[in-house]
């Protein structure tokens, strides 16, 4: 009896549960392949590609890269560039720099756990990750506070429940209540557990990517499979002209283990460069440039992606500017240098110095989005979530930059110009003045004709202040906390599940005390 | 000594005023014509446009459009079409209607009474023209109320005021406290006396027209100058098919006179067209085609501009949908069927359904101007302004959409790649690890190298937050009430200013108590 009743209210819990998520149009976004079929936006000419490529060509010849890491300068130095051991300062000469570039691929397969997430880089292909890096976290309920692995888990969970992202978060905020030295081995087991999307880890040091390996070959198998990557982080120059010895240590690891790197020059014009656009270019050019041969150097034919993250310093305040037409700039011309050298480009999406959801984060975040896709980008890094320049992710941003994401999925599918798409005869029963609300040509399309929002308002006006007069992030805030009590977590086989948490366990004891790159 | 004092005292609250047109960058914004050199975004190929082409030229000639007007009628007779007085249906013969279309200039110059206001219209020049056909006014201290006289004055001043705005308004907002048949001649009073820039007046049957060219002749001169327009207005059709009386009273009494007509369908696809964009578009195509050709009817040669104002319902709640993905093929496919004929192209720019100037409302704005700029739109009309679907215009929206047409003012000039710009040996000069605040490089560029908001917040958090948490609605706010203070009108003739009194106190006089359409 009591078993039956159990199960007669979970039933109740569940039909309740079906019904909700039949309410939300969130839940039905399509994980999906996106193909960008506009014709990229060039900001320059072919002539103006070959200035910025001669002039990032000129400072690696003449000015040389810093590499503040020991294997990283042997490496140069045995490929035949000039190594000044005491500056730690390398120069290359093109041939050299093009000759390394030129055996990235084109074009890789990077593996989920589940096969059906798996994604493909380069092309005309766009992938979206979510946040990454931010240290605040941040909702209308309890306001910003240092981001905990709570939070982290709750970003986890909403990036495995947004079909419009294709990639599991890695530093989706900081879990500050959780030792330095066990923060990655407890974001490598909720990206495992939480999601079964493409996997991402910091880059950083040798320490951490070394265990993201070993963990994801508990996940994939050991050897991990040779027809693509598993996992992949991001390497950051030390702009100007300067990696260190922590991004070295972590590009040359996941590198070699055949793992993806998307190395990224973050430029600040007007401090980190010169403030012109171009000298900008120029600039992150030659550094993106030497941090990928370096990868090829560890292995030739490494996955690697070609990074942008360059925009403008206010010069009022001396602080970052994001969503700007600098940054557009950037984003454009930067996806023309990677098109210039074979390689997958990745921007960012939502850049916003504004510290609440309004509209000027939206705005700087369209400033961020339209520009990444007019330039074809293919990896789109912070697609949701940041607010005050990367240092918050906020869960009701999170949620507002998921409904463009999803209107860009539906635009970029173009429209149909069949005989039934221009629907001539329906055109000509209906005739003037008439109206198309009940033919069957409307009825036949009725559920699909049109993008359809779950966040957008449009409610009349007197309907809408009666139901009490809900802005967008107060809708958005409605959302996120629906779309967490109906988390499932994704099948995951026990045996791998029990290996994998033998293995945090045991690094979590090994590393306990231990001084790591954060 | 009084008078001293006096002179004292208001050069005090000169300089006052000085410092403050100093501190806001907003002012500062140039009138300038914009070029946009971005290649336009195609949605279709040649043939995919094609396919439009035909199936609109079979909607003309199969189904045909009601004109419910004599004269209207009577000029197609005499043209040639085949007229079917009883159903006041045109079915035209594609020659015809290309022919006629042939005679549309592919550019022409609409002169201000300020000659540095005169703006060009085709070719790859962009304007931008503010806020029309609204009924409420709104801001943060007084709420959502329906306009007023002061209303539209204080948007009409603001125009006046923003460098990116091109255009003056012509219903910017409805004036309820005046009469209706008063309504137009204090449109005219307020923008001949408020503004200097190239005017609009509502196309609303014969009579409206004729006191907006009647007032013209007292400010330009009778005739009206034979080398370009001095005013325009918008004609939309009944969509589908059909053009009612008030609308080709307008289209004719301005295309007669020379002056601007700017053919708009109002389609919303599911209700006036079918749901697919395919059918929407080549209806649009139709209907636009046809009014065009009626212009050149009334007047071979006469400056018209082809519209699109094409979007989607929400079949959910019946409501037009703004801001959407459907919304967005429609503006860059319009733009495509405009430059197909040689016509300069009307779009919208802030068009949203949001209730308030939140998130919502800014990320459909960017969804219709991001859109506007990469179709090559030459008029963006409701460029600023816009909120709930256009019942209302927002005095702190305007000025929030006045920052990111600066913002694309600005991205529009693209990048200078001279070798001054490259800065190599800046780059050198500083090398890996430095940087580059303090070079001169920077320094010779510091106050013009990047776009200056004047309304976004780039405070660190904790600045923000002592400064009283203030998100962009609550700045713009400030900022409007701020301008407002610091207008003045533009010098006018004394005689012209009095002739124009004088008509227009005739005509309220004469038009008192006459029903006039609105």
């Given at each position: 009896m009591t078993?039956?009743e159990?199960r ?12 909700s998520?039949a309410?939300?149009?969130y ?10 079929s506009l ?5 320059l000419?072919g ?6 490529h001669d002039?990032?060509?000129?400072i690696?010849?003449?000015?040389g890269?810093d590499?503040l890491?020991?294997e ?14 005491t500056k730690?300062?390398?120069k290359?000469?093109?041939?050299l ?12 397969t990077?593996?989920?756990?589940n ?7 380069g092309g ?21 506070r ?9 970003f986890q969970?909403?990036v ?6 294709h990639?599991?978060?890695?530093q989706l905020v900081?879990p500050?209540?959780?030792q ?5 081995l ?6 495992f ?11 950083h ?5 070394a265990?993201a ?6 996940i994939?198998?050991s050897?991990l ?11 950051n120059?030390n ?7 922590r991004?070295?240590?972590g590009?040359i690891t ?11 020059p973050f430029?600040?014009?007007g401090?980190?460069s010169?403030v012109?656009t ?6 992150q050019?030659?550094?993106a440039?030497?941090?990928?041969a370096?990868t090829?150097?560890?292995?030739p034919?490494?996955p690697v ?7 403008n ?10 969503g700007?037409?600098e ?10 240098m990677?098109?210039?050298y074979r390689l997958?480009?990745?921007g ?5 110095n504004?510290?609440?959801a309004d ?9 961020s989005?339209w ?14 979530g940041w607010?005050e ?8 941003k999170f949620?507002m930059d ?12 173009g ?8 629907a ?13 609300l009940?033919t069957q040509h ?11 929002p779950?966040l957008a308002d ?7 202040e009666?139901?009490g ?24 086989d ?12 045991r690094r979590?004891?090994?590393?306990a ?6």
């Open positions: 078993n039956r159990d007669s209210a979970r039933n109740a819990r569940h039909d309740k549960l079906r019904q998520r309410r939300s149009p839940l039905s976004i399509p994980f999906q392949t996106i193909h960008n014709t990229p936006v060039e900001l000419d002539a103006g590609v070959e200035r910025i002039a990032s060509m000129r690696l010849e003449e000015f890269i590499f890491d020991a990283a300068l042997d490496l140069w130095q045995q490929a035949g560039a000039t190594v000044d051991h730690r300062r390398v290359m000469e093109r041939g720099v093009l000759e390394l570039v030129g055996k990235a691929p084109e074009r890789f990077w593996h989920a756990r096969p059906a997430h798996t994604i493909q880089i005309d292909q766009v992938v979206f990750a979510p946040n990454g890096g931010t240290v605040f976290a941040s909702d209308l309920d309890n306001g910003r240092p981001g905990t692995l709570a939070d982290f888990h709750n969970k909403l495995q429940m947004t079909g419009v992202l990639v599991a978060g890695e900081v500050h209540d959780v330095v030295s066990q923060r990655h407890e974001r490598l087991w909720a990206g557990t939480l999601t079964d999307k493409a996997m991402m880890e910091a880059a040091g040798r320490v951490i990517p265990d390996i070993a963990a994801a070959e508990i994939f198998g050897p499979p040779a027809d693509g990557p598993v996992i992949g982080g991001i390497i120059a702009s100007p002209l300067r990696y260190d010895d991004m070295i240590g590009l996941f590198a070699r283990a055949g793992q993806v790197t998307i190395i990224t430029i600040l014009a401090v980190m010169p012109t171009a000298a900008a270019l120029a600039q050019n030659a550094e440039l030497a941090g990928i370096l090829q150097l560890a292995r034919g490494a992606i070609y990074g942008g993250f360059t925009t310093v206010d010069l009022k305040s001396g602080a970052p500017a994001f700007t037409p940054g557009a700039w950037a984003l454009l011309l930067g996806a023309q990677a098109r210039r997958p480009y990745r960012s999406g939502t850049l916003t504004a510290k609440v509209a000027q984060a939206a705005t700087e975040t369209q400033w989005i520009p990444c896709m007019l330039a074809r980008t293919n990896f789109v890094m912070h697609a949701v607010l320049s990367g240092l918050t992710a906020s869960l009701e949620v998921v409904e463009h994401l999803a209107m860009f999925q539906h635009f970029l599918q429209i149909d110009v069949s005989d039934a798409a221009l001539l005869a329906e055109i000509g029963q209906i005739g003037p003045g008439g109206h198309h009940g409307t009825l036949d399309r009725y559920t699909t004709a049109f993008y359809q779950f449009r409610l009349a006006y007197e309907t809408w009666l139901a007069r809900f802005d967008a992030p107060m809708r958005a805030n409605l959302l996120w906390k629906e779309l967490l009590a109906q988390y499932e977590a994704p099948p995951l026990a045996a791998k599940r029990d290996a994998l948490a033998d293995f945090i366990a979590k004891r090994e590393l005390g231990v001084e790591l790159y954060r």
